[in-house]
């Protein structure tokens, strides 16, 4: 079976662009894993422009499930995840202006990078992820990292999927294929949607865990609007 964990970032972004503590994103992930989700995914950035450092450790006090925590290994990163002691760190290349992730790692050109910050968080009992494209060579590169898994970057899975060539997959089979070969987990995330995330679990064997936000969260608002907007119009009956 894969888990889902939720990214629960754009909530931190709802709150933080009116100040206040509203939605109060403790509440939201006690919530969302009452609700059934295996996981709560958190990524903060150097800028804390959604996710705040501080809300890491306040969700280290409340998540019951997985707790996932990607982000770029530089030194506050690093020092905040030996702190808050998540199930797994996702380790992503992030620029530090970039809106979101855009690229998985060069596990070749960084590999002496990854190994040392991968054998601090694994001395630490810390399950250690990888960002990568659906590159055998980068899967190879990974998996010489010591990492336990893999997160496998899918925009170019779902950019194709949604242009209707369901081709676009095969990179991820045959990644997938080449990761289980080589001892790595199997982790996947990005643009990954209701609309598309059943055919790449059928295509893609050995999926662990999907990691799930912006788009559960838009899909989240349209399909409880129509319940929000009735509840409040008899209130007002």
């Known amino acids: 079976m894969t888990k889902l964990s939720v990214n629960i970032n754009k909530i931190a972004t709802l709150r933080n662009s009116r100040g206040g503590n509203v939605p109060n994103l403790c509440k939201v992930a006690t919530d969302i894993e009452s609700f059934g989700a295996e996981g709560i995914t958190i990524h903060p950035r150097p800028d804390e422009r959604h996710i705040r450092y501080?809300?890491?450790?306040?969700?280290?006090?409340?998540?019951?499930?997985?707790?996932?925590?990607?982000?770029?290994?530089?030194?506050?990163?690093?020092?905040?995840?030996?702190?808050?002691?998540?199930t797994q760190v996702t380790l992503v290349p992030d620029a530090v202006?970039?809106?979101?992730?855009?690229?998985?790692?060069?596990?070749?050109?960084?590999?002496?990078?990854?190994?040392?910050?991968?054998?601090?968080?694994?001395?630490?009992?810390?399950?250690?992820?990888?960002?990568?494209?659906?590159?055998?060579?980068?899967?190879?590169?990974?998996?010489?990292?010591?990492?336990?898994?893999?997160e496998l970057y899918t925009e170019s899975f779902a950019d194709a999927y949604a242009a209707g060539d369901k081709t676009g997959v095969k990179p991820f089979t045959?990644?997938?294929?080449?990761?289980?070969?080589?001892?790595?987990?199997?982790?996947?995330?990005?643009?990954?949607?209701l609309d598309n995330i059943a055919y790449f679990k059928q295509n893609v064997p050995n999926l662990l865990e999907v990691s799930i936000g912006h788009a559960l969260i838009s899909e989240s608002l349209y399909l409880g609007l129509e319940n929000v907007v009735n509840m409040y119009l008899n209130k007002l009956k």
């Open 54 to 86: 501080q809300d890491a450790r306040d969700l280290k006090q409340i998540v019951t499930t997985e707790y996932n925590i990607e982000g770029n290994p530089i030194k506050k990163f690093i020092d905040l995840v030996l702190e808050t002691q998540p």
């Open 97 to 150: 202006d970039a809106i979101t992730s855009n690229a998985g790692w060069d596990t070749v050109k960084h590999k002496d990078f990854l190994k040392e910050v991968i054998a601090t968080f694994k001395a630490n009992n810390i399950r250690t992820s990888i960002f990568v494209n659906a590159d055998l060579k980068m899967i190879e590169g990974a998996a010489e990292t010591g990492t336990d898994r893999i």
């Open 174 to 193: 045959d990644a997938a294929i080449l990761a289980q070969k080589l001892n790595l987990g199997i982790n996947a995330g990005h643009d990954l949607s």
